[in-house]
């Protein structure tokens, strides 16, 4: 079958791998009939996430048709149209019980501080993922969700990733009616936290990015204010400043460990990498939030440690909510909004690529060429 495959630090390319095959009684093999690049497999990319190994398929956003199922699986059949949540779980230990899916206890034998995910290096359980033709799914009893018939496929794939976790980023954020909300990151996540903040009744959204594109098509999706940092002497004094001084209610970190705007944060964490990253936007967050705010983090950072304003953390009595999105947990809610119209995941992708041609899909996404907000790969035509 035909995979996308990491050569390296800005290197992948499609190769021909060997077909998955069933290795657990609650296997699945899925037919990927769309898959996506994602902000956080950029990372991964950029050679910025520690054990990503030579020779892996990235890729944890996919939808396609049940193949194979192996002999314990008693939701799927043969021929199903399924989406995949990004989180491999279980749905049996204590954590999956309370609904955090991303934390499963049993699905990564690599790391204890987070559960399997597809296709994100080996301390997320070394998973192959959806960039590819095929796939192995464990626990299919648990995530594959059939897709519903009415639901355009566009919006499933998104469903997968992008939505549950702009989503539960909102929602992590505890916002109430009237509040001002910030988003630090104006990529497919950011958007859609966005845009999903609304549910929740604030009076004000506001997106922090550097890139105009970016916070014009984020302005135009999600009915938001949209600002770029670069404009800015001071991140943190201009909200202050359109806060009456007191902050933002919530402030979301949608961007992670590669965020720009710091030169010290920038050199530590992505240049001489003393740091697993750059955390520019949570120090920010930290800082343009009010007392006794809260900043939910969705944005990727990786082990050992990241250099954040603690000492304000604690003096303003901050609370700070962070963690993969529970993808299973919320698709029934968010299954919802989309078939009701509330939702329109579709309206992020701009690109739509072949998957043997991932390797130029790569390199449009990560340069942030040609207006590119969300490319979907299709890995092949008759799909």
Not at 126 to 139: K, S, T
Not at 356 to 374: G, H, M, Q
Request: glycine content about 10%; proline content about 6%.
């Amino acid at each position: 079958m035909l995979a996308m495959n990491y050569r390296g630090p800005y290197r992948v390319r499609t190769v021909e791998k060997p077909m998955p095959e069933i290795l657990h009684p609650e296997d699945a093999i899925i037919r990927v009939t769309r898959t996506c690049i994602c902000g956080s497999d950029l990372h991964l990319y950029h050679g910025m996430v520690p054990d990503t190994r030579v020779g892996s398929t990235f890729g944890h956003e996919f939808t396609g048709v049940v193949e194979e199922v192996g002999p314990l699986v008693q939701k799927l059949k043969v021929g199903d149209q399924v989406l995949v949540p990004f989180n491999i779980a279980c749905g049996k230990c204590n954590f999956c019980k309370q609904g955090l899916f991303g934390n499963c206890h049993e699905s990564n034998s690599m790391a204890t501080a987070v559960g399997g995910i597809f296709g994100y290096s080996h301390t997320a359980g070394g998973f192959d993922g959806g960039q590819a033709e095929y796939v192995r799914v464990p626990y299919a009893d648990v995530g594959p969700t059939v897709i519903p018939a009415e639901m355009d496929p566009d919006d499933a794939v998104l469903l997968t990733d992008v939505v549950p976790t702009g989503y539960q980023a909102a929602e992590m954020g505890g916002i109430k009616q009237g509040d001002t909300v910030v988003i630090f990151g104006a990529g497919p996540i950011g958007i859609m936290a966005a845009r999903c903040a609304w549910f929740f009744g604030p009076s004000r959204v506001i997106i922090i990015d550097h890139i105009d594109y970016r916070l014009e098509f984020a302005k135009n999706y999600a009915k938001c204010e949209a600002y770029n940092f670069k404009d800015m002497a001071d991140p943190v004094v201009f909200l202050k400043k359109t806060t009456d001084s007191y902050g933002a209610d919530v402030c979301i970190d949608c961007v992670g460990c590669e965020a720009e705007g710091n030169t010290l944060q920038t050199f530590s964490g992505r240049v001489a990498l003393m740091q697993a990253g750059a955390a520019t936007a949570l120090q920010w967050a930290v800082n343009s939030v009010k007392k006794g705010g809260i900043v939910s983090v969705v944005g990727v950072y990786g082990p050992p440690f990241n250099l954040v304003p603690f000492g304000n953390i604690v003096n303003k009595g901050l609370t700070i909510r962070a963690n993969q999105a529970s993808v299973k947990r919320l698709l029934p809610k968010l299954i919802d909004h989309v078939m009701s119209g509330r939702l329109n995941p579709k309206g992020l992708i701009t690109h739509r690529i072949p998957l043997e041609e991932v390797s130029d899909a790569y390199r449009l996404f990560s340069s942030k060429l040609d207006n590119c907000i969300k490319t979907v790969l299709i890995p092949s035509a008759k799909h």
